[in-house]
């Protein structure tokens, strides 16, 4: 799916001229297309829908209603819960270990609840902050599932990767397991492993062709030795536990996921929206889908126009990358020395010699969820029809503020 540019920007005036920015837009017919286009990407295995790349619940109702997609991978426990209250769904794994007391005591104090969410594991001792809440023989068994660190470790104290579980190997993936099985008021459904430095790191970035080149070569390393790894830990954790699925992948990675024979679920959510995260991706790019748009308000220079705010900026490394991109009209740069500003950007650039104040800059966000904790709605485009659906913030929930 092409994207028109300048159709594009027409469209979004247009269907927007009435509401006062900042304003938040998904395009729908984007947002569907990338949808299917990572079902076809998924060839055949369900995809579970990453809710922080997501928080809107109108969104993830409506991936949800679509062919290939089904349940929810949160990112705390208190989401989750309000997701399977609220009728989002009835299975939801909680993709890091919680030390919410109360929402462990909510989770243990609701049948309903207790069936329908997975919490993460990665250590035991994990286990024992869920028999401090509520001891076992007070509460439905607790759904577990066990997180298996994908990153690379090629020779001795090189780490490729985040860092995310201590479980590394087969034989700790089984150990872990084993003592799982032990305990009384858990069971153990399910395993997980991200493969954060191949799904989530583009492998052409702009303007940098040997880094490039060597994210390949990691990647071409990395992915089967993790394929060999991740198969021997199922097997493993299989000796102690009857697994419902076994959950890898991302947006960045989820053909290859999906070829793995070990996995029976891949999580993508990202390549819904397309932020700008993916234009450095080879394998698959998703059409942008997500934009905020910000007002001019001063033109202090020839050739600079300057917008209220833009200060929106990506988690992770303070780099360039994490930066809002501004995409429409096109033509538009940051300025060096001051870059997005909390309450004013400057712009640069031969477009800007054609803004006034009033006029208003579109731009796409370096990461996808994130966007919307600067907004209380999206406005969702349907053709000519714009319809407001509120975003978590908007509904009240802040879940990681």
């Not at 902050?129 to 607790?142: C, E, I, M, N, S």
């Not at 004013?344 to 010699?353: D, S, V, W, Y």
């Amino acid at each position: 799916m092409l994207t028109d540019r300048y159709a594009l920007r027409r469209r979004l005036e247009k269907t927007t001229d009435h509401l006062e920015t900042p304003l938040a837009v998904v395009d729908l017919a984007a947002f569907d297309d990338n949808a299917d286009r990572l079902t076809a990407r998924a060839a055949g295995k369900p995809i579970r829908v990453a809710s922080k790349s997501v928080r809107c619940r109108a969104l993830l109702e409506r991936v949800l209603a679509r062919p290939g997609w089904h349940g929810v991978m949160a990112y705390t426990l208190p989401e989750a819960i309000w997701l399977v209250r609220a009728g989002v769904t009835d299975d939801v794994l909680v993709a890091y270990p919680t030390a919410n007391r109360a929402a462990l005591r909510e989770l243990a104090g609701d049948e309903k609840l207790a069936a329908a969410i997975s919490i993460m594991v990665d250590h035991p001792s994990q286990l024992d902050l869920a028999d401090q809440v509520t001891p076992p023989g007070k509460r439905p068994v607790v759904r577990l599932c066990l997180d298996l660190d994908a990153s690379w470790k090629p020779a001795g104290p090189l780490h490729v990767g985040v860092r995310r579980s201590p479980v590394h190997s087969a034989v700790q993936a089984g150990a872990l397991a084993r003592r799982i099985a032990a305990r009384p008021g858990f069971t153990l459904v399910g395993m997980m492993s991200y493969e954060a430095h191949i799904a989530g790191v583009g492998d052409a970035p702009p303007g940098r062709t040997l880094r490039g080149r060597a994210i390949r070569l990691m990647q071409s390393r990395a992915l089967p030795e993790l394929l060999g790894r991740r198969a021997a830990a199922v097997q493993a954790v299989r000796e102690h536990a009857d697994l419902e699925y076994v959950n890898g992948g991302g947006t960045g990675s989820i053909a290859a996921t999906s070829a793995d024979p070990s996995v029976t679920e891949v999580t993508a959510g990202s390549g819904l929206y397309g932020p700008t995260l993916f234009d450095s991706y080879r394998n698959w790019r998703p059409t942008p889908a997500a934009f905020f748009a910000l007002s001019v308000v001063r033109r202090p220079a020839p050739r600079i126009a300057t917008v209220l705010g833009g200060g929106w900026i990506a988690s992770g490394p303070a780099e360039a990358s994490r930066l809002p991109m501004p995409y429409l009209p096109e033509g538009l740069s940051f300025k060096a020395d001051e870059g997005p500003g909390e309450v004013q950007t400057p712009l640069l650039g031969e477009a800007a010699e054609q803004l006034r104040p009033g006029d208003r800059v579109w731009f796409r966000h370096a990461k996808a969820g994130e966007l919307c904790e600067h907004v209380n709605e999206l406005q969702l485009i349907d053709g000519d029809t714009l319809t407001p659906a509120p975003t978590y913030r908007g509904e009240g929930h802040a879940f990681l503020g």
